[in-house]
């Protein structure tokens, strides 16, 4: 049988800003109980009382904050360079069967270019070409007979280089994303390979998501 502890439970887990704030103890308990109340009553299916609720949240032990875990401060602190590249176009394309045989014509061009900025992702149904701006009319040309879901001029890359045991880490990208939600930066885009990550943003976000990056590594 379902708890009022075990509601809290569920939605703190849904709600991981939730959670760390009381994990740091800066958080109004009477006030986040009264917000509870509605959805934990219709959970249980009966009235519930915001003293009940209070007193799950005060139980409630969160896991050990991500932050304070030494293999997470090592590999925060052991972050290598930011990379910014601006002037970056993105090309969303359907899949098809002549899409790869099209993008090895854009490759060649790339490949006697070494300074422009190149990113390939193929999903299910869709592709997408991120590439240095000037290159723009050429990939138009050679993909002119795809079929385009969108395009996106204007945009900037930001690139963090990550330790080589970044992938055994547990929620390393989280610290990343919740400094970019909290100032406010939308992301259009991201990239990863194992010891990379970028983060597409357009132009008016670049500087704000570049100060927002430097946080986390400081």
């Not at 509605?38 to 409630?60: C, F």
């Not at 972050?79 to 394309?93: A, E, K």
Request: aromatic share 8%; net charge neutral.
């Amino acid at each position: 049988m379902k708890t009022v502890s075990n509601c809290v439970e569920d939605i703190l887990i849904t709600q991981p800003y939730l959670e760390e704030a009381l994990s740091r103890n800066i958080i109004n308990f009477s006030a986040l109980a009264l917000e509870l109340v509605e959805p934990i009553s219709k959970m249980l299916k009966k009235d519930v009382k915001p003293g009940a609720i209070m007193m799950a949240l005060r139980r409630y032990n969160p896991p050990v904050s991500l932050g304070n875990s030494i293999k997470m401060k090592r590999v925060i602190q052991n972050l290598g360079d930011i990379t910014v590249r601006s002037n970056l176009t993105d090309f969303t394309v359907k899949n098809s069967t002549t899409l790869i045989d099209n993008h090895a014509k854009i490759l060649e061009r790339i490949n006697k270019e070494e300074k422009l900025f190149y990113a390939f992702t193929r999903g299910i149904h869709e592709s997408n070409i991120v590439v240095s701006s000037s290159l723009k009319d050429f990939v138009n040309t050679h993909l002119e007979n795809e079929i385009f879901i969108a395009i996106q001029e204007n945009l900037s890359a930001i690139s963090i280089n990550l330790p080589q045991d970044n992938s055994k880490i547990a929620g390393l990208y989280y610290h990343f994303f919740k400094r970019l939600a909290w100032e406010g930066i939308v992301l259009y885009e991201v990239l990863s390979t194992t010891n990379e990550f970028t983060i597409l943003v357009e132009d008016e976000f670049v500087d704000k998501a570049f100060a927002a990056i430097k946080r986390v590594k400081s």
